[in-house]
Structures are given as structure tokens and as C-alpha cells.
Antibody
Framework: QVQLQESGPGLVKPSGTLSLTCAVS?????????WSWVRQPPGKGLEWIGE???????NYNPSLKSRVTISVDKSKNQFSLNLSSVTAADTAVYYC??????WGRGTLVTVSS | SYELTQPPSVSVSPGQTARITCSGD??????AYWYQQKSGQAPVLVIY???KRPSGIPERFSGSSSGTMATLTISGAQVEDEADYYC???????????FGTGTKVTVL
């Protein structure tokens, strides 16, 4: 059974960097899938952040591209999200996703001093 | 940037048919995907590649796409289908993916 588990700080200071990791179990990060990050501010809709293939190829949301880095660690079978220069507007539940059909449970990240 | 537009809300009585539309310029060339999100839960894929249903999704969920509009249909909606629904697709001129604005479906 494939599972995704997000982890990282639940509180980040303004202007800081948000860093999350998605641990993959039951499947290889090198399988034929794109691995994505999606976020959802409280009470709002879903926003696609970006995706990575195991080769390292990435695609990012143009509105976040200047602040986002998604990377993959094959040795740990996980992928990560870094979002720099955060503000309160980056407060959201962050989900990691395998392909189109498997989502992690999500983790709430609050940006506040 | 690319946008997918959905109606904010749809309301039906139990047993009736709910239709949710998703409008986007690239939909003639790109597949649409549909997600159901219940309160406090992660989204669940209910339709992929315009009209295919993942295993475990009830047959009352169906999808179609024509021109610049994709449609999710819930035939004989049940109270448990109350949720937010999002379409998802990709811009034809880039590798930018996007979610629709979301539709709240009420069954009462």
C-alpha cells in the first residue's frame, strides 16, 4: 500500500523559508510518476505549487516560481519543497501528491512571528 | 496565467442529477481531472482523463469534455456526495497545471 507522509515545521517566521519533506512508502520515487506539491489556504481552494520527476525535471506554478524549489532524494525515497520569503499569505495546508491519484494527509504550515 | 472556471455552488435534492462545469481554453487539447474534497480531508480523485473512473468510485460519477468545457455529472446524487469539487488540468502552451476555482455541492 503506497503512502505519502508530509513532515516539517508547523510554524515559520515571515521572510523565512518553508521546508517540507514527503516520505514515500510502498513505491519507489524512481517509478514512472510525477511527484507534486499542492496547497490550500484556510477556507480557500487548491493551488498547484509544482512537480518533479525522479530525473530531476521540474515544473512550477509561474506565480510562485521565483520562490519555489522542489527536489528529490532517491536514497531516502522522498521529495521536498522549499518556499522562500514567506508571508502570511503562504499559510496553508500543504499536500504532497503522487501522480494524480494519491495524496498525503496534508500538513498545516502557519506563517507568523 | 492559465485559469479554469467553475460555478461557486450547485444544489440538488437527493436522487437528482448534479452537473458541475469547468471552463478552460486548453481543454480541447488537455485532459480534465476531477477531485472531491470533503471537509477536513484530502482530495480524492473521482474522474481522470476526462471520463475514466478510478476503482472504488461509484458509477453515479461520470465525466465528459467537449470543446473548452469539461463536465462532472453525479447521477442520483446522495447526501454523502456533499463536498467541494475541483477540476484540474494543464495549459497547452506550457507545463503549468492548475486547479479550477472549486464548486460546493449541496445535496438536501
Amino acid at each position: 500500500q503506497v503512502q505519502l507522509q508530509e513532515s516539517g515545521p508547523g510554524l515559520v517566521k515571515p521572510s523565512g523559508t518553508l521546508s517540507l519533506t514527503c516520505a514515500v512508502s510502498g513505491d519507489s520515487i524512481s517509478s514512472n510518476n510525477w511527484w507534486s506539491w499542492v496547497r490550500q489556504p484556510p477556507g480557500k481552494g487548491l493551488e498547484w505549487i509544482g512537480e518533479i520527476y525522479h530525473s530531476g525535471s521540474t515544473n512550477y506554478n509561474p506565480s510562485l516560481k521565483s520562490r519555489v524549489t522542489i527536489s528529490v532524494d532517491k536514497s531516502k525515497n522522498q521529495f521536498s519543497l522549499n518556499l522562500s520569503s514567506v508571508t502570511a499569505a503562504d499559510t496553508a495546508v500543504y499536500y504532497c501528491v503522487k501522480g494524480f491519484d494519491l495524496w498525503g494527509r496534508g500538513t498545516l504550515v502557519t506563517v507568523s512571528s | 496565467s492559465y485559469e479554469l472556471t467553475q460555478p461557486p455552488s450547485v444544489s440538488v435534492s437527493p436522487g437528482q442529477t448534479a452537473r458541475i462545469t469547468c471552463s478552460g481554453d486548453a481543454l480541447p487539447k488537455k485532459y480534465a481531472y476531477w477531485y472531491q474534497q470533503k471537509s477536513g480531508q484530502a482530495p480524492v480523485l473521482v474522474i481522470y482523463e476526462d471520463s475514466k473512473r478510478p476503482s472504488g468510485i461509484p458509477e453515479r460519477f461520470s465525466g465528459s469534455s467537449s470543446g473548452t468545457m469539461a463536465t462532472l455529472t453525479i447521477s442520483g446524487a446522495q447526501v454523502e456526495d456533499e463536498a467541494d469539487y475541483y477540476c484540474y488540468s494543464t495549459d497547452s502552451g506550457s507545463d503549468q497545471s492548475v486547479f479550477g476555482t472549486g464548486t460546493k455541492v449541496t445535496v438536501l
